[in-house]
């Protein structure tokens, strides 16, 4: 694998399955999907959710990083597994459609306190199996626009969107504008609405891989400790 991630994914069912056929790629499988046929689009489903495509519906809770000099994959699998029986699953009042910017995402409704401190404990107790970023890797993060405490959350742990700055959300298309956002939400919204879970309880994460197709699969899921 090229890089690994740790990620939420919702477990097998009608979620998962419209989220995959809605972005053409089920990570869990590791196949392509055929994407539905929705009225009221700007654009084909296709363009719309090109960018979030290869890394499959997900929540981040350690972004993708490449494996440290002297690491493992089965180490870090030993490491996830060994975690998650020190982690207890979250619960919030539930998910919805959200317009975060140019796109599309579902995020939490409700205190999600404890939610960004299981992304912070997974962020740190796994942080010895991330390589530094490459100067590239950097760049990519256009670090000139980010505020002080983000480069300082970069330089850190590869990625200025963790701790304080964390935002959990699970991605549906890449950045459109609001215009076409706004048509995307009225479109696709109606669809999404009856399987949006209420409470949304994370009873699990998974360790994701980036193949040399560059596309991501899930490898384990772990179930957190009650």
Known sequence: MKRYAIYYAPEPGPLADLAA???GWDAAAGRALPHPDLAGLPRQVAEITETPRKYGFHGTIKPPFRLAAGQ?????HRACADLATRLAPVTLDGLHLSQLGGFLALTPQGDASALADLAATVVRDLDAFRAPPTEAEIARRRPELLTMRQRALLDQWGY???MEEFRFHLTLTGDLGTPETSAVATALGPHLAPH?????VIRDLCLFGEATDGMFRILHRYTLSP
């Open 21 to 23: 056929h809605w972005l």
């Open 72 to 76: 493992t994959a089965e180490a870090l």
């Open 160 to 162: 200025p969107y963790l």
């Open 196 to 200: 949006l879970p209420r409470p949304f």
